[in-house]
C-alpha cells in the first residue's frame, strides 16, 4: 500500500488560478521534499521541510508541513504554464533510511 | 556543479543483449541511488549505495547489477531484460544517508529511457 497519498491525483486550472496539492502519510516523517517533473523527464527539486508546522515559499509556490509531520500541501498562487507538470512528495520516516514517492499530482495549466 | 548526468538518454536494447546505465556527479556527494520510473507512477527505488557500498537492495531482479567504481559514478549494468522492464531510469544523488533532510535532499540526473524490445 502507498505510504504517501497525494490529492488530487490529477488538476487542470486556468492561468491565473490559485490551486493546493496535498500529501498525506500514514507515518510521522522526518523530512518532506516536494519535486516537480516535467513529462519524461528527470526530478527538480523544490522545497524541503523538517519541522512541524514549518512553511516555505519560493516565487508562487508555498509548502506547508503540519504540526504533527504527517501532512503537507503545496499551494501555487496565480498558476502559469510553466507550473505545469508533475509533482511528487517524497519523505523520509522517523523511523528506517527509506526514501520514497508520493503517488503524484499531474497539473495542467490552461492558458 | 550541481549536476547529475546520465548517459545514454535513449536505449533500446533485445532480451539477449548486455548493456549499461551511466550516471555521474562532481558534487562530492557520498549517496547515489537508482530509480525506476513506469509511466505515470512514481519513481520506485531500486538501489542505495552510501560511500561507494550498496546499502540497499530493494529486491531488484539479478538481471540488474549495479556498480559504484567510484564515488562520482554510478552503473546499472543490464543482461537479459524483459519487455516490462522498458521504464524511465533516474539517478539521483545526496550528500550522504545521514538522518538530517538536508543531506537527504536528493539531486536528479534527467534519466535515461529505456525500451526492451
Known amino acids: 500500500s502507498q505510504e504517501l497519498e497525494q490529492s488530487p491525483q490529477s488538476l487542470i486550472v486556468q492561468e491565473g488560478k490559485n490551486l493546493t496539492i496535498n500529501c498525506t502519510s500514514s507515518k510521522t516523517l522526518y523530512g518532506l521534499y516536494w519535486y516537480k517533473q516535467k513529462y519524461g523527464e528527470g526530478l527538480i527539486f523544490l522545497m524541503m521541510?523538517?519541522?512541524?508546522?514549518e512553511e516555505k515559499s519560493h516565487e508562487k509556490i508555498t509548502a506547508k508541513l503540519d504540526e504533527k509531520k504527517q501532512q503537507s500541501s503545496l499551494h501555487i498562487t496565480a498558476s502559469q504554464p510553466s507550473h505545469a507538470g508533475i509533482y511528487l512528495c517524497g519523505a523520509v520516516p522517523r523511523t528506517g533510511n527509506q526514501f520514497y514517492f508520493g503517488t503524484g499530482t499531474s497539473l495542467t495549466v490552461i492558458p | 556543479d550541481t549536476e547529475v548526468t546520465q548517459t545514454p538518454k535513449h536505449l533500446v536494447m533485445g532480451m539477449t543483449n548486455k548493456k549499461s546505465l551511466k550516471c555521474e556527479q562532481h558534487?562530492?556527494?557520498?549517496?547515489m541511488y537508482w530509480y525506476k520510473q513506469k509511466a505515470k507512477k512514481p519513481p520506485e527505488l531500486m538501489f542505495v549505495y552510501s560511500y561507494e557500498k550498496l546499502s540497499i537492495n530493494e529486491s531488484v531482479p539479478s538481471r540488474f547489477s549495479p556498480e559504484c567504481p567510484n564515488s562520482s559514478l554510478l552503473n546499472l549494468h543490464l543482461h537479459a531484460l524483459q519487455p516490462e522492464d522498458s521504464a524511465l531510469y533516474l539517478c539521483?544523488?545526496?550528500?550522504?544517508?545521514?538522518?538530517?533532510?538536508?543531506?537527504?535532499?536528493?539531486?536528479f540526473g534527467p534519466g535515461t529511457r529505456l525500451t526492451v524490445l
Open positions: 558534487m562530492g556527494h557520498r549517496a
Open positions: 521541510l523538517q519541522k512541524g508546522g
Open positions: 539521483a544523488s545526496s550528500k550522504s544517508l545521514r538522518r538530517t533532510a538536508s543531506y537527504n535532499e536528493q539531486f
